[in-house]
């Protein structure tokens, strides 16, 4: 059984990564690297009930988040990078998101709703604007352009939006395709995640609307994030195989494990010049260096959800802590800090009472992805350690089934790494 998500630090690993090259011939052998550096964690609690989700640095230096709650109404708020104060804007209409959030070329934040666009000051003021074709607007971004660029998920489309508020759509070629995540790469393109089963796709669209789309070599890899990298290449998270995946302007795709098995989220470009996550099953952080070698890092709050990630002004990692109401801030990215990377992937904490059990399906709780909770040989849901693998009588009873775990002498577990999720 994999260790399961969760909750901060023990000794500093070495820093391996394993990589595997597709159609590159071959395979990428496995990286030894230097420790990872120990980092800073700070978090910072939103006064209101919040749910933060999607967050960008706003053009005025502040950090600015969508929220996910939707009672009374929901809304956008905005944070300076010293972590106070917060400050709360409400949305003109309630049960209508907000999503993603993008610096405008205005001055101006924008973000996604169902249905449509909102544009928001730095004082609050906001004017939104229906989409013409209507659908679910999700990610958003600047685009090369000076134009937003955002996806739409039901209706199958990347569509951009002018700061006087024009809009242009772009038919996806492959049907429901579910784009998700988009970012500006350096090509002058806009590059998108298609996370729908059936596509699987990674795809490009020029500022005049050719798309073109490039199949991930991983079936049913859930592409969740996409950002710029520190070189040419754009990277991009598999959430439901544990990957990290990377693609050239040509389309050339290099797809990198997370040893630990845990499901990376939404991803960044960080200043020290290596790729940041989220890793919210597993309550962590992650980092991978451009050649492959995974850390990873435990959140001190507990089951906290790590949602979004990206780069303040300040140049350090901001992070939306989606179960816990909090943001949080990543500093000391090169050393020096008081937090080191997690020996085999981070963890998800104790689990809350005394919860007995049978077999590992009884013990879905705190990890909330495979490798999770386990049942003991005394009968209770515990944490997944190496030395208790959780119990079982048949390959059914092992909750991670589906992703390649098999009871073993009454035992869960994945026969190597290479079958791990």
């Given at each position: 059984?994999?260790?399961?998500?969760?909750?901060?630090?023990?000794?500093?690993?070495?820093?391996?990564?394993?990589?595997?090259?597709?159609?590159?011939?071959?395979?990428?052998?496995?990286?030894?690297?230097?420790?990872?550096?120990?980092?800073?964690?700070?978090?910072?609690?939103?006064?209101?009930?919040?749910?933060?989700?999607?967050?960008?640095?706003?053009?005025?230096?502040?950090?600015?988040?969508?929220?996910q709650i939707t009672v009374?109404?929901?809304?956008?708020?905005?944070?300076?990078?010293?972590?106070?104060?917060?400050?709360?804007?409400?949305?003109?209409?309630?049960?209508?998101?907000?999503?993603?959030?993008?610096?405008?070329?205005?001055?101006?934040?924008?973000?996604?709703?169902?249905?449509?666009?909102?544009?928001?000051?730095?004082?609050?003021?906001?004017?939104?604007?229906?989409?013409?074709?209507?659908?679910?607007?999700?990610?958003?971004?600047?685009?090369?352009?000076?134009?937003?660029?955002?996806?739409?998920?039901?209706?199958?489309?990347?569509?951009?939006?002018?700061?006087?508020?024009?809009?242009?759509?772009?038919?996806?070629?492959?049907?429901?395709?579910?784009?998700?995540?988009?970012?500006?790469?350096?090509?002058?393109?806009?590059?998108?995640?298609?996370?729908?089963?059936?596509?699987?796709?990674?795809?490009?669209?020029?500022?005049?609307?050719?798309i073109t789309e490039f199949?991930?070599?991983?079936?049913?890899?859930?592409?969740?994030?996409?950002?710029?990298?520190?070189?040419?290449?754009?990277?991009?998270?598999?959430?439901?195989?544990?990957?990290?995946?990377?693609?050239?302007?040509?389309?050339?795709?290099?797809?990198?494990?997370?040893?630990?098995?845990?499901?990376?989220?939404?991803?960044?470009?960080?200043?020290?010049?290596?790729?940041?996550?989220?890793?919210?099953?597993?309550?962590?952080?992650?980092?991978?260096?451009?050649?492959?070698?995974?850390?990873?890092?435990?959140?001190?709050?507990?089951?906290?959800?790590?949602?979004?990630?990206?780069?303040?002004?300040?140049?350090?990692?901001?992070?939306?802590?989606?179960?816990?109401?909090?943001?949080?801030?990543?500093?000391?990215?090169?050393?020096?800090?008081?937090?080191?990377?997690?020996?085999?992937?981070?963890?998800?904490?104790?689990?809350?009472?005394?919860?007995?059990?049978?077999?590992?399906?009884?013990?879905?709780?705190?990890?909330?992805?495979?490798?999770?909770?386990?049942?003991?040989?005394?009968?209770?849901?515990?944490?997944?350690?190496?030395?208790?693998?959780?119990?079982?009588?048949?390959d059914s009873d092992c909750?991670?089934?589906?992703?390649?775990?098999?009871?073993?002498?009454?035992?869960?577990?994945?026969?190597?790494?290479?079958?791990?999720?």
């Open positions: 059984m994999l260790d399961a998500p969760g909750n901060g630090g023990a000794a500093a690993s070495g820093g391996r990564g394993q990589s595997e090259m597709i159609g590159a011939g071959g395979s990428v052998p496995i990286i030894d690297g230097p420790a990872p550096p120990a980092i800073t964690f700070d978090e910072f609690e939103i006064p209101q009930l919040s749910q933060p989700g999607w967050l960008t640095a706003g053009p005025d230096g502040q950090l600015w988040f969508t929220h009374p109404s929901p809304g956008v708020s905005a944070v300076t990078i010293e972590g106070m104060p917060f400050v709360s804007y409400n949305i003109p209409q309630a049960n209508t998101g907000p999503r993603g959030i993008a610096p405008g070329p205005d001055g101006n934040v924008w973000y996604s709703k169902l249905g449509g666009i909102g544009r928001m000051q730095p004082n609050g003021t906001t004017t939104e604007y229906n989409v013409p074709n209507g659908g679910d607007s999700a990610g958003i971004t600047l685009g090369p352009d000076g134009n937003l660029w955002f996806t739409q998920q039901l209706n199958n489309r990347i569509s951009r939006v002018t700061p006087s508020a024009e809009f242009q759509s772009f038919d996806l070629p492959t049907p429901n395709s579910g784009p998700l995540a988009i970012t500006a790469g350096k090509d002058g393109n806009l590059w998108f995640t298609e996370t729908a089963v059936t596509a699987n796709k990674i795809g490009r669209i020029t500022t005049s609307g050719q199949a991930i070599p991983t079936p049913a890899s859930n592409a969740t994030g996409i950002t710029r990298g520190p070189g040419e290449e754009l990277w991009f998270t598999m959430q439901d195989v544990a990957k990290i995946g990377k693609i050239t302007s040509e389309g050339e795709i290099t797809e990198y494990y997370i040893p630990s098995g845990n499901k990376p989220s939404r991803i960044v470009a960080g200043p020290d010049g290596n790729l940041w996550f989220t890793l919210r099953a597993a309550n962590g952080i992650g980092r991978i260096t451009p050649l492959g070698q995974v850390s990873e890092y435990g959140i001190p709050t507990r089951a906290s959800d790590p949602y979004d990630i990206t780069v303040g002004a300040d140049g350090n990692l901001w992070f939306t802590e989606l179960s816990s109401n909090k943001i949080g801030r990543i500093s000391s990215l090169m050393g020096g800090g008081n937090l080191t990377a997690s020996e085999g992937g981070v963890r998800g904490g104790e689990l809350g009472g005394d919860r007995s059990c049978s077999k590992d399906t009884d013990c879905i709780e705190s990890g909330r992805a495979c490798g999770g909770d386990v049942c003991s040989t005394e009968n209770l849901c515990v944490l997944a350690v190496s030395g208790d693998p959780g119990k079982c009588a048949s909750w991670c089934q589906a992703q390649g775990a098999l009871c073993t002498d009454g035992h869960c577990s994945f026969v190597t790494l290479d079958d791990a999720p």
